[in-house]
Antibody, heavy 124, light 105 residues
Framework: QLQLQESGSGLVKPSETVSLTCTVS??????????WGWIRQPPGKGLEWIGT???????YYNPSLDSRVTISINRFRNQFSLRLNSVTAADTAVYYC????????????????WGKGSTVTVSS | IVLTQSPATLPLSPGERATLSCRAS??????LAWYQQKPGLPPRLLIF???HRATGIPGRFSGGGSGTDFTLTISSLEPEDFAIYYC?????????FGGGTQVEI
């Protein structure tokens, strides 16, 4: 059974960088039909897709965050990671990692397996 | 692509039928997913490709629609179905979510 678990920085100061890692267990991160994504949810608000990485290293980012986001993958550790720099209070949110599956139109995908989420607070 | 969900809040009783709407600002073909989220938990995939139930999802959940107009129907509400529901398009970048519909007692 595939499971995802986020880990990383919980409290970050403004202008610093959030670093999160998602560890995938119960299956390989190197699968041709799978995509690996990050999604966030500010307190009391809806969901925002941050970006996605494919096992080959191809990345897709939300333009609203593009200049500040880097997603990377470590196939040997079965992990993928998120870095978000120059954070402000608006980046305070629960950050989820998830597996993406494409329907008929890859690489666009829905998200079928989610981690439990990691709370990131930006505050001085 | 902007997804608009309606209504924002849907007050219903157990046993009643729930009909949730998601409208896209441009065609997403049938590339639409629905999620259920309860407080403190991650979203749970219910429906993908507009009408396909995800693994383990009860038959009372059904999805329909294509192009710009989509519906999630819960045929008879169970107590555990009271939650927030989000739609998401998987037709184009960036992937986007609707603002959610809260189904409340």
């Amino acid at each position: 059974q595939l499971q995802l678990q986020e880990s990383g920085s919980g409290l970050v100061k403004p202008s610093e960088t959030v670093s999160l890692t998602c560890t995938v267990s119960g299956g390989s991160i190197v699968r041709t039909n799978d995509y690996w994504g990050w999604i966030r949810q500010p307190p009391g608000k809806g969901l925002e897709w941050i970006g996605t990485i494919y096992y080959s290293g191809s990345t897709y980012y939300n333009p609203s965050l593009d200049s500040r986001v880097t997603i990377s993958i470590n196939r040997f550790r079965n992990q993928f990671s998120l870095r978000l720099n120059s954070v402000t209070a608006a980046d305070t949110a629960v950050y989820y990692c998830a597996r993406g599956q494409s329907g008929g139109y890859p690489p666009y995908h829905y998200l079928d397996v989610w981690g439990k989420g990691s709370t990131v607070t930006v505050s001085s | 692509i902007v997804l608009t969900q309606s209504p924002a809040t849907l007050p219903l009783s157990p046993g009643e039928r729930a009909t949730l709407s998601c409208r896209a600002s441009q065609s997403v073909r049938t590339s639409l997913a629905w999620y259920q989220q309860k407080p403190g938990l991650p979203p749970r995939l219910l429906i993908f490709d507009a009408s396909h139930r995800a693994t383990g999802i009860p038959g009372r959940f059904s999805g329909g629609g294509s192009g710009t107009d989509f519906t999630l129907t819960i045929s008879s509400l169970e107590p555990e179905d009271f939650a927030i529901y989000y739609c998401q398009q998987h037709s184009d970048w960036p992937l986007t979510f609707g603002g959610g519909t809260q189904v409340e007692i």
